[in-house]
């Protein structure tokens, strides 16, 4: 199992434009999880998935919108970047008692 | 869900036993207590989930006081490979029932 995979590894992008993060996971986990991490702080979760079609806000949510089609996938649009979503992203998906992360894509925003 | 107060740095030689506690007074009945660990550049790790008592597996135990309002993670013998984040977290278990809030977490620095 390849676990939770994540696409881009790093990305830089300008004031305005958009992007799609990917995530996929091969554990047939409902439960999916967008976080993002900013230089020496804890994670902070910006979307979840409880499983296919169904998604729900995080703590913050403001400037990211997610969709999940399929059990597997579960990716985060940004849609206007912004320098203040400069930021480590991780994607996880749940099992009973832990979640399980992926390794991280780190965008840049100028 | 409760917060959670951890010390954000420690430093410990190789071979000592490193003990990280945790304070969450808020803790609610149905919460569990879980850690996780961090290295640079990498997505957080599962090490251990407990309710009450003690809890141990290959890599860390976790002791819990009947009050349930502190917790402690204690890695025996501890690495170079050991130095990342660790971060107490509690919820409630199971895969979508509970929201992780990661708070800046305990960095841990193992000396040679």
């Known amino acids: 199992n390849a676990g939770v995979t994540q696409t881009p590894k790093f990305r830089i992008l300008k004031i305005g434009q958009s992007m799609t993060l990917q995530c996929t996971q091969d554990m047939n986990h409902n439960y999916m999880y967008w976080y993002r991490q900013d230089p020496g702080m804890g994670l902070k979760l910006i979307y979840y998935s409880v499983g296919a079609g169904i998604t729900d806000k995080g703590e913050v949510p403001n400037g990211y919108n997610v969709s999940r089609s399929t059990t597997e996938d579960f990716p985060l649009r940004l849609e206007l970047a912004a320098p203040s979503q400069t930021s480590v992203y991780f994607c996880a998906s749940g099992g009973d008692n832990e979640q399980f992360f992926g390794p991280g894509t780190r965008l840049t925003v100028l | 869900l409760a917060k959670t107060t951890q010390p954000i740095s420690m430093d410990s030689y190789e071979g000592q036993e490193v003990n990280i506690t945790c304070s969450h007074n808020n803790i609610a009945t149905n919460d569990y207590i879980t850690w996780y660990q961090q290295f640079p550049s990498q997505g957080p790790r599962f090490i251990i989930q407990?309710?009450?008592t003690k809890v141990t597996n290959e890599v860390a135990s976790l002791f819990i006081p009947a009050d349930r309002k502190s917790s402690t993670l204690s890695l025996p013998r501890v690495s170079l490979s050991d130095t990342a984040v660790y971060y107490c977290l509690v919820g409630v278990s199971g895969a979508g029932s509970y929201q992780l809030t990661f708070g800046k977490g305990t960095k841990l620095s193992v000396i040679p």
């Open positions: 407990g309710y009450k």
